[in-house]
């Protein structure tokens, strides 16, 4: 069976744990069996594999979630990148596409599509399953999976089932609704739209070549950006007769803002945290290395990294966007494939950098035309690059850059690197990549 | 005119502004007149100068504390440097043999002892100056300044006037009393204690001759842990007989709690902060540069700096000590009479630091045992010393410094120095120091 998970959004209502290269889908802050920190691709992928061990899983996402998908799930997972972001319905006509002409996927073979960052329990991975047996059966040509409210909400879609029974055909498609109507939906037994479904490989290719004009996956990359934007639930589901619904009835829940994500967290506090006994009802979030001290804080959430702190009432903080949308800062910290840098430093004609390379890994080979590089290795053993020298390199071994000087490092072991970068016009446009 | 400002206190209430190295008195958070930001001992310094321009001050204080007062009021004020804390009475003592044995004063001057951080309208300092006026004409031995009470508080000893003339003769002292004493102690018409007094030279020379046994400033310094810890109230104030006490009304306030301290602030942030509608009544002091977005905050003081961060309720932030006390973690920055220390990384077997030197500053000449350093310049010129060799260095240039090498630093510019320490022991005891 193969499986599309669909990863998007920038997740600025997460900030500041999330940003523009840090997706709040890869921020480690659950807790596995084992009480390891986990994120919720993590955690997703785990429950894939304890319920469907056979399943190949694919990730649909854009460019920047690559280096954070590599890290946390290795090569387990295929990852299909679109080279731009556009709505569903392209996504997963390309994910479709890449799964046929890429991989060699069979036709016939059931795909399951799914978001990447539903919170929920093993059941619902059961029913995905049984999602797909059934596609593989092919007695209807796309199987939904129903949510069973738990309340009238005006945030999902409806399926309205024609029974009651555990798989039924679709009646209707419901858009959001508003509080009245919704809570008429309900007394009709109605379904949230999760968003998860399956159907054969070919009904997937067929749809997108109804309303695409493409012949390969090579050739609908070529020219995605003429794709049309909009949801495979609009282009294809809604539209679609023979459909069924299986239904799941155990918690599911959309981590996507902090009230939502400070519930599913394991324990009040993650990282250098100190509450006094007068708070109550407050998660704290510490990603620095100082600690924060909290006294009489009420019904707060609380979230330090190397981008900002948020300090905020947990009611007060579903409104968090458009303060982060005026904030556009530098990203102080980011996740790489190679391993990770963090802004240590910021000042008038000087910027002072921690990297840390993993084992194996290189940076590109590059140069910069406005700014001179001093690195001191601070712990680790590699090997750098300059101008076409190479050589060895270890603790307390400096190595300085000037402006146009070609480098790279490869890490033999884990490398931190202090990296000061000094000049008038310090910006991440300026580097030029070379071959090796 | 002499005046002594005391100038104690590690202030760990302000945590994490105020650290084992920098004392409330020296956060800059107040603003004057033309907006600029001043600590507590500048605001009192430019009070006393405006008020008494032919005033000598001499500042009272530990060895922590020097490079903070020169920084911020450099060469204008005397410093008597107490070898270790002890109480009131022999700082003052110390003092007083200072004046007379290293800077010559006579022993008929008046002198003025006033704590160095009362947050206190001008009016207070010429209060001050008619103290200084009537210890002068000498018509009795002591005259105090007593606070008119606005509430019958628990948190200060009483002075009981003979009369309400604005000059009195005192009747009684009272230690801090319960609160039932303090509202009879009002209804007699007694003033707060402020701890403001002034006599003739002599009286304190003479009262620290009885009470302690030493010949010369020199001799009290080095005998100096023998020195009783009491406090001037106790061993000299409350025993006097030939005592006046002369009234202030105005403002009078100590800013030694988060609750009093924003009062002070000149506006509800400092720093990079922004704040929803929904806050109130909160203040935000942040000088770490990364922002702090605060929503829905209600009655809260936030502080952020490079020992941690404080997220407090208002009237919980009061029971802030134990806390700090537990934290007992590394001091992140630093004021030094050179400039300012900022921890920027810790990592397991390194360190980075930024190193700010000011113009015609050096550090010591100094090595260390067990640690290498990297310096790389990000800004400035100066000289570097290396075992005695010596060179000019600017941006770009790097020195590496393996451990045992002898070397400082002078900055003929602002120098700003980014240094990596690498090893195992890393610890500010390892310091050789030698003369150049």
């Known amino acids: 069976m193969q499986i599309i998970l669909l990863s998007g959004g920038s997740g600025k209502r997460l900030w500041p744990l999330s940003n523009d290269v840090r997706s709040k889908q890869f921020i480690k802050m659950l807790k596995d069996d084992r009480g390891e920190l986990e994120s919720m691709v993590m955690r997703v992928y785990r429950q894939i594999v304890e319920a469907v061990p056979y399943a190949q899983v694919t990730i649909a996402t854009g460019k920047k979630q690559v280096s954070s998908i590599k890290n946390q799930l290795g090569d387990r997972v295929r990852i299909c990148v679109e080279p731009e972001r556009r709505d569903t319905f392209p996504a997963i006509s390309l994910a479709a596409a890449y799964l046929k002409d890429v991989e060699g996927v069979g036709e016939q073979e059931p795909v399951l599509v799914c978001p990447v960052d539903p919170y929920v329990e093993a059941e619902y991975f059961q029913v995905m399953k049984r999602l797909g047996e059934l596609a593989a059966e092919g007695e209807a040509d796309l199987f939904l999976m129903g949510m069973e409210p738990t309340y009238p909400s005006e945030k999902y879609g409806y399926i309205i089932p024609g029974s009651n029974d555990p798989v039924s055909f679709v009646r209707a498609f419901r858009e959001k609704p508003d509080l009245e109507t919704a809570k008429h939906y309900l007394d009709q037994g109605a379904l949230w739209n999760g968003g998860v479904f399956a159907c054969k490989l070919e009904y997937l290719l067929e749809k997108a070549h109804q309303q695409m004009d493409f012949a ?6 070529n020219n995605y950006s003429k794709a049309p934007k909009i949801s495979f639930d609009y282009a294809v589901v809604e539209k679609e007769a ?12 959309d981590l996507g803002t902090w009230n939502t994500f400070t519930e599913a967290m394991g324990g009040n506090t993650l990282g250098k945290v100190v509450m006094d006994e007068t708070c109550y009802n407050t998660n704290v979030i510490n990603e620095l290395n100082i600690p924060i001290l909290c006294m009489g804080c009420k019904d707060m959430v609380i979230a330090a990294s190397g981008d900002g702190v948020l300090i905020s009432d947990k009611g007060q903080s579903s409104y968090i966007k458009p303060f982060v949308d005026k904030m556009e800062q530098q990203v102080m910290y980011a996740e790489k494939s190679w391993g990770s840098f963090t802004v240590l430093d910021v000042q008038e004609e000087s910027l002072v950098i921690r990297i840390v390379l993993l084992p194996g890994h290189s940076l590109y080979y590059h140069s910069h035309e406005h700014r001179d590089e001093v690195w ?11 101008d076409g020298e190479e050589r060895s390199v270890g603790p307390g071994d ?28 310090i910006t991440v446009e300026d580097k030029v990549k070379y071959e090796l």
Chains 1, 2 share one sequence.
């Open 242 to 253: 023979n459909v069924r619904v299986l239904r799941y009835a155990g918690e599911w829940k």
């Open 216 to 221: 390969t996956y090579k050739d609908l990359y």
């Open 376 to 386: 001191t290795v601070m712990s680790g053993k590699g090997r750098v690059i300059l």
């Open 398 to 425: 400096v190595i300085t850059m000037p402006a146009g000087c070609k480098h790279t490092v490869f890490a033999e072991t884990e490398l931190k690197i202090n990296e000061v970068q000094l000049g008038r016009d």
